[in-house]
């Protein structure tokens, strides 16, 4: 049974870092073509990709990459984002997921967390 | 940045109707492209991938289509657990969702 779940603050400071924590079981990150993403959706609005990591890989969406790291602990099955230079805007829910199949880039996504809400306020 | 278009935003349908949910890409994405449906307060759940693959679970009345630029999700005949939002999502140049399509009761 593959299973994510998110980790982290709910509420973070403007200009502060966050980082949140995905930790999975069922499948590992060795496994070729097996990835983990994040996905975003502010209150209301769309889901927007942030950044995804394979065993020897990673990719950042665009507009956000200078913000962004993703790193694995794949000892103990945990999969690292942290944002830094938080701002209101940034204020979502955060999704983490197992890769489905890949792309010539990223991936479309199959098993996904329950989310985590992350306001950013003073 | 490839951007997605979903239409109709919103859609009012009853159960048992037929209904289309069309997404375009600003550019060509070959087949690289994903549906989700998402209920309130729920992560989103892969219905199709690769345009027109149904994932592993999802009820034959869930189909999609298309190649390119415009590809279609279409739903047979409605159920009442089909109520929800629907989005896209680009895979071939990073990635990219639509803006959602909500399916409301009529």
């Known amino acids: 049974q593959i299973t994510l779940k998110e980790s982290g603050p709910t509420l973070v400071r403007p200009k502060q870092t966050l980082t949140l924590t995905c930790t999975f079981s069922g499948f590992s990150l060795r496994t070729s073509g097996v990835g983990v993403g994040w996905i975003r959706q502010p209150p209301g609005k769309a889901l927007e990709w942030l950044a995804l990591?394979?065993?020897?890989?990673?990719r950042y969406s665009p507009s956000l990459k200078s913000r962004l790291t993703i790193t694995k602990d794949t000892a103990r099955n945990r999969v690292i984002l942290t944002m830094t230079n938080m701002g209101p805007v940034d204020t979502a829910t955060y999704y983490c997921a197992q890769t489905l199949e890949s792309g010539p880039t990223v991936s479309s996504f199959h098993y996904w967390g329950q989310g985590t809400l992350v306001t950013v306020s003073s | 940045d490839i951007q997605m278009t979903q239409s109709p935003s919103t859609l009012s349908a009853s159960v048992g109707d037929r209904v289309t949910i069309t997404c375009r890409a600003s550019?060509?994405?070959?087949?690289?492209l994903a549906w989700y449906q998402q209920k309130p307060g729920k992560a989103p759940k892969v219905l199709i991938y690769k345009a027109s693959t149904l994932e592993s679970g999802v009820p034959s009345r869930f189909s999609g289509s298309g190649s390119g630029t415009e590809f279609s999700l279409t739903i047979s005949s409605l159920q009442p657990d089909d109520f929800a939002t629907y989005y896209c999502?680009?895979?071939?140049?990073?990635?990219?969702f639509g803006p959602g399509t909500k399916l409301e009761i009529k």
């Open positions: 999502q680009q895979y071939y140049s990073y990635s990219t």
């Open positions: 550019q060509s994405i070959s087949r690289w």
């Open positions: 990591i394979y065993w020897d890989d990673e």
